[in-house]
């Protein structure tokens, strides 16, 4: 027997010193995914802290609520209590609408099982999988954004010297050639100044240093705002919804400003295509617990719970681009390049931040979640 099994066995052996016994209510409690207990009349008996963060509540609040004050009465979650009850099995679903007078949430995985010493008690599981699949999109989006700075430095190492010397060529032949021979000249100067224009636009996907330290996210908007009302956006309404107790971010201002333009832009081309006369573009700041990430090798996890929202009552992204807008050369536009969301997913990142897009017929919000500043010198006596 080798060394580690022996060990394995003492320690199996080895008799426990002091037996811990644990309230089932402080699990509960301590369970980082929301759990409800409803009755056979689907009032609310027992929530958990995760379960008040989710729905907006408070518990006292909820277990004086039915579920059907919460959700709407023909919600998939009651079906699902029914076969709980009437089987006697746990029943799960996923990619759920969770939408009512206190919170919407989208892509919810939801479980419902049934208490079995007390009939007609159903547990319900609740678990936002909106932020795991967002933030699935933006690595993937980023590895792509990589892989597309690797090909720009290429690129603009290869492509761009013989494109001044076409455009030089062709530029001479402009002065000297016929009608006919002019218009070909033309298209040969034209096209050589489109793909280097390409070429330059690749090149931001560079790795850039970040500059960060402390922003504000309000004068970022209102810088945003002002650029866009006086050019592309002067005839769309803005509403501004600032939460003004918001702490500072930690950020690179002038990227930040550039993510945010981007998606303002986005937003009102979006608007201007679908010719409304009513065309709004939302810009909110404000607070969401509990969005945490995994950080680089070797720093802790940041949390990220201030957001900023760009939201416009545009048509809406269609269903088969949207899981790939974060990608290199994926655009709703006819003449779009593709690389605009990219290099917003690719800051967004850099930042440590995280960026996702809920998007249907009439309403598109684009909510990016950063990291606050903290004051190194804080706590120092």
Known sequence: ????????KLVRRAPREKQIDIDPAQIMEALPIAVIVVDEQDAISEVNYAAEEFFGASKSILQSSNLGELLPVDHPVFLMMERARSAGVTIAEHDLVMEGPRMT??????????????????????QDES????????????????SITGMAAILAHEVKNPLSGIR?????????ATPQDKELAVLIRDEADRIRAMVERMETFGEKKLERQAVNIHRVLEHVRKLAGSGFAERIKFIEVYDPSLPHVLGDRDQLIQVLLNLVKNAAEAISGSDKHDGEIHLTTGFQHGVRLSAAIGRS????????????????????????LFEPFVSTKAAGSGLGLALVAKIVADHGGLIDVDSRPGRTEFRIHLPVYEDPEEGVN
């Open 1 to 8: 027997m080798s060394s580690f099994r022996k060990a394995f």
């Open 105 to 126: 949430r989208r892509g919810c995985a939801v479980q419902a099982a049934p208490v079995l010493d007390y009939p007609g008690y159903v547990l319900l599981t609740f």
């Open 131 to 146: 932020a795991a699949k967002a933030l699935d999109q933006q690595m993937s989006a980023r590895n792509a954004a990589r």
């Open 168 to 176: 030089g060529a062709a530029q001479l032949l402009e002065l000297n």
């Open 301 to 324: 996890r940041p949390n990220l719970p201030l957001f900023v929202s760009v939201r416009d009552n545009g048509p809406g992204i269609p269903e088969d681009i949207r899981r790939h």
